[in-house]
């Protein structure tokens, strides 16, 4: 009986522990609807995010041979293009200008179809392509020597011996910058990821805590003004993730075998890049979470924004396959600036000039986000 009593007891015990947090969760409808919307669009964005196709890699070709053979080529990469899309035709005249394009990131590719091109097809004599990649995203590079090879193949129909023969096309394609590996290809999107982390523990994290334990007072009870308020905490959650941030940078350089680059220059750079995108992203989460008032709510709202400013981003997959809509919110997101700065910065060895238009955004973004970050603050209980 005592047993029976005690079990009861326990079951009992467990039932009001059960229901009050039931009726916690159900009295507050932004968890609950969260807690609903999040697999949603974890899936709506993974799934588009991480496509098995690529699609609309943006190929810019310098035909110059008006004969037979070499409108069969671009007429089979037109196929492919209006087909399974995976290419998006481009055409020039100027190969320097083109092949400078490819280097600045406006272009995955440049083919040079030569002017002799359909003579030699003719003639058996060898014919060949020049195709110049940007081999920093190795999925993208290797993707387009897929296809045009198989563009190639089909202007001759008919069987390709294993052994080269005097009749056969031949891509004889050239990287434009160093071997870059799949490991090392991650170390951008690391460190985005790092600096995305310090913002979940530094800046706003701290007023939401000072909320929750009734802190928050003592902010009240000084002359400080908003301005005051919002820029300290960036600017204390700045210092943090921005030392952090360059120890990942660092260790990633060093597991992965990156070499550190010498100029001055693209140092500075890398730490303008670094610095900026932590301020954007400090200042994002103020806009987000500045009046928030349970550390519940930065649990929620992190996960969410890591799934739509990372995986868009181009730190995994290119975005210039990802989904229309998809690619025209990479277009507004800090996080894919900061990732295509460090990719240029980390893997072509460039300079200020080549980053100026990411750096350019993020500034401007920092500074919509620390305005609208000190106008909503709220200085009152």
């Not at 919307?37 to 310098?62: A, C, R």
């Not at 891509?171 to 090392?184: E, S, T, W």
């Not at 120890?247 to 610095?275: D, F, K, Q, R």
Request: proline letters at 4%; one cysteine or more; a positive charge.
């Amino acid at each position: 009986m005592k047993k029976m009593n005690a079990f009861s007891e326990t079951i009992l015990r467990l039932s009001a522990v059960i229901d009050r947090d039931i009726k916690k969760f159900m009295r507050n409808p932004i968890v609950i609807g969260m807690s609903f919307l999040l697999p949603i669009i974890y899936l709506v964005i993974m799934g588009n995010s991480f496509q098995g196709k690529l699609q609309s890699l943006p190929l810019v070709v310098i035909n110059h041979d008006s004969g037979r053979y070499a409108r069969n080529l671009f007429d089979n990469l037109r196929a492919v293009e209006s087909g399974p899309a995976t290419l998006t035709i481009f055409q020039t005249e100027d190969e320097q200008a083109a092949v400078a394009d490819v280097r600045n990131g406006k272009y995955k590719a440049a083919l040079i179809i030569p002017s002799d091109f359909s003579k030699r097809v003719a003639l058996k004599s060898r014919p060949e392509v020049g195709l110049f990649l940007d081999n920093t995203d190795g999925i993208s590079s290797g993707t387009i020597i897929g296809v045009v090879n198989g563009a190639v193949a089909a202007v001759r129909p008919g069987y390709v011996a294993i052994r080269e023969a005097a009749d056969e096309i031949h891509v004889r394609d050239a990287n434009l910058y160093r071997y870059v590996d799949y490991f090392q290809s991650l170390v951008p999107g690391v460190v985005v990821m790092a600096i995305f982390l310090g913002t979940l523990t530094t800046g706003v994290f701290n007023v939401v805590m000072d909320r929750f334990l009734g802190t928050e007072e003592s902010y009240l009870l000084t002359p400080l003004t908003k301005a005051n308020i919002v820029g300290g905490l960036i600017l204390s959650g700045l210092a943090i993730t921005t030392t952090v941030s360059i120890l990942v940078l660092g260790l990633g350089i060093v597991m992965t075998g990156i070499p550190l680059p010498t100029n001055t220059g693209s140092l500075a750079s890398l730490l303008v890049v670094i610095i900026l995108t932590t301020l954007c992203l400090q200042s994002l989460m103020f806009v987000l979470l500045g009046r928030a008032n349970h550390p519940r709510l930065v649990g929620v709202l992190s996960g969410f924004m890591n799934v739509i400013l990372f995986f868009p981003s181009g730190a995994v997959y290119p975005t210039a396959s990802l989904p229309g809509w998809l690619k025209s919110f990479a277009m507004v997101n800090p996080e894919a600036y900061a990732v295509d700065a460090l990719k240029a910065l980390l893997f072509k060895s460039a300079g200020l000039t080549t980053v100026l238009a990411d750096i350019g955004f993020l500034a401007v973004f920092t500074t919509v986000m620390m305005a609208a970050a000190i106008m909503l603050f709220k200085r009152t209980l």
